[in-house]
């Protein structure tokens, strides 16, 4: 399984960015995809994580509104569009893949990881 993330850069605050997750020798249709973020000094957010096979989404409430999730099954590929940026959003933001639903959005519950893209927002 390889999930290899795009699109990640510097960007002015209230600008948008789209990240793109590609995935590859995975279930695409089964899986539960996630967007996680981090920063230096403390551990793993959860973004948005979607379900392909119920269509279940959680959002993170202080993101809700501004990124967005989604995906498309035909290219195996997931999406975080992220718009109204702020500074607090920098962050290194990597894809994750695993199964079952999703009740929320916690990085223990991933099995596969992607290597992360860098997102700076400048003020």
């Known amino acids: 399984v390889q999930l290899v993330e795009s699109g990640g850069g510097l960007v002015q605050a209230g600008g948008s960015l789209r990240l793109s997750c590609a995935a590859s020798?995975?279930?695409?249709?089964?899986?539960?995809i996630g967007w996680f973020r981090q920063v230096p000094g403390k551990g793993r957010e959860g973004v948005s994580c979607?379900?392909?096979?119920?269509?279940?989404?959680f959002t993170d409430a202080p993101v809700r509104g501004r990124l967005t999730i989604s995906s498309d099954n035909a290219n195996d590929t997931v999406y975080l569009q992220m718009n109204s940026l702020r500074s607090e959003d920098t962050a290194v933001y990597s894809c994750?893949?695993?199964?079952?639903?999703?009740?929320?959005?916690?990085?223990?519950?991933?099995?596969?990881w992607g290597q992360g893209t860098q997102v700076t927002v400048s003020s």
């Open positions: 979607f379900s392909n096979s119920d269509g279940a989404t």
């Open positions: 994750a893949a695993g199964w079952g639903t999703v009740g929320g959005c916690f990085p223990e519950e991933f099995v596969y």
């Open positions: 020798g995975l279930n695409f249709a089964n899986a539960v």
